[in-house]
């Protein structure tokens, strides 16, 4: 079904990366030698949903068609009929969305997703492996015929934090040209959080003074402070750490098979991901400590997120139109992270929306947002399923409709 999605902004129109802003990219890290309710997590009862939605959402189809977030304009005219794409290859997961311009909204026409693990093994050796890159580049043509069949006008494809620390990155996106036809190109962290920003902060609460923004990725997670204004937010400050929920996972190596062994590594990661925060939470408390004493926002755009909100919710299975823009309380996250975190591996592929692909990394992503939520201690958390795609769609509509930017159509070609 087509979806009509909210605009986001001006944001939109800057073509670069995260503007006068100083790089806040950490090092990598060394690498180591309605139906009945399917009931709680084991543990521990949850505690009773409480249910409440952002202003750009609503429950029964997500964002409202037609809906205008306070304050917020511009059109996306583009000519009619003609269809943009995103493709977004991160560390885990190959996304793709096309979508038409309608008015003030956009409509998504397609969309594809599937978990690819891309960055599997990459903590280890430092490149992306044969089977990776093999089940990246599958998932890769299914999206190089979506463009065919849709009539794609303008297309913008982009590789995030796999590509950019493997040895063999630059080599792997010249194989996806060639053989499928798309043009990768492997974007900064500075350009990561902005089309991540631009995506989703519709979904913000609204009210007076900074708001975070972040993005739990399979090898990195990116930290954004905003200020929310009458059109565009105003980027105040970010962080981006090597820690996804694959890379973290990765490099704390197999889970022990005891509830110490697993809280031990739970530990671990923690301190882990802390230290990497250190400075973006100095910075913060240094720069903006005087806006403190308000009620903080907080929104999350992440599989993370997304699934913690699921079992919130004791979603017998995911439901975007549930999830997206879903406002949770923090604390009853963190209860379901550390719940999630004494599970074994067996006990949480049985968990409803987590499954066998998410059993081993999602403790990795607990791991992260309770740090988050450490540093900025919200009462409540937005929920996003919406980010980089979304926030590459705005731009691109951009461009499309002020004839600006660099972005090629994809040229097809026949697999090899």
Request: proline share 8%; charged share 20%; with cysteine.
């Amino acid at each position: 079904m087509a979806e009509a999605l909210p605009p986001a902004g001006g944001l939109g129109e800057q073509q670069g990366g995260l503007a006068g802003l100083t790089d806040r990219t950490a090092p990598a890290p060394p690498r180591p030698a309605p139906a009945a309710p399917p009931g709680p997590l084991p543990g521990g009862p949850s505690p009773e949903p409480a249910v409440t939605r952002a202003p750009g959402a609503n429950a029964a189809s997500g964002p409202a068609p037609g809906a205008r977030a306070p304050g917020r304009s511009g059109a996306l005219s583009g000519p009619a009929g003609q269809a943009y794409a995103a493709i977004d290859l991160g560390t885990n997961n190959c996304r793709l969305l096309i979508a038409r311009p309608s008015g003030e909204n956009f409509i998504v026409v397609d969309a594809f997703s599937r978990v690819v693990r891309l960055g599997e093994g990459l903590a280890q050796t430092g490149r992306l492996s044969d089977a990776a890159m093999e089940r990246a580049l599958a998932a890769l043509h299914v999206c190089a015929e979506k463009l065919r069949r849709r009539n794609v006008h303008l297309a913008r494809s982009v590789a995030t934090e796999a590509c950019r620390r493997a040895t063999n990155g630059a080599e792997f996106i010249e194989r996806v040209r060639r053989e499928t036809g798309i043009v990768l190109d492997i974007i900064t962290a500075q350009e990561e959080a902005r089309l991540a920003v631009l995506g989703c902060h519709i979904l913000l609460e609204q009210g007076d003074g900074p708001a975070m923004i972040f993005d739990i990725g399979g090898g990195s997670t990116e930290l954004v402070l905003i200020e929310t204004g009458p059109a565009i937010p105003r980027i105040l400050d970010w962080q981006s750490v090597p820690w996804g929920v694959v890379s973290l996972s990765e490099t704390c190596g197999h889970e022990g098979a005891t509830a110490a062994e697993r809280a031990a590594r739970y530990h671990a990661m923690r301190t882990m991901v802390n230290e990497s925060f250190a400075p973006f939470a100095t910075r913060i408390m240094a720069d903006h400590g005087g806006f403190l004493d308000q009620p903080r926002r907080l929104l999350g755009t992440s599989g993370t997120v997304t699934t913690l909100a699921s079992l919130h919710l004791d979603l017998p299975h995911y439901d975007r139109s549930m999830v997206d823009g879903l406002i949770v309380p923090t604390e009853a996250m963190r209860g379901i992270s550390a719940r999630l975190s004494g599970l074994s591996p067996e006990e949480r592929r049985q968990v409803p929306c987590i499954g066998k692909e998410r059993a081993d990394l999602v403790v990795a992503g607990c791991a992260i947002l309770e740090s988050i939520l450490d540093i900025w201690p919200a009462d409540r958390l937005g929920v996003a399923d919406r980010g980089i795609r979304e926030g590459i769609l705005r731009s691109l509509m951009a461009a499309g409709i002020h004839g600006v930017g660099t972005f090629r159509r994809p040229r097809h070609a026949a697999r090899s």
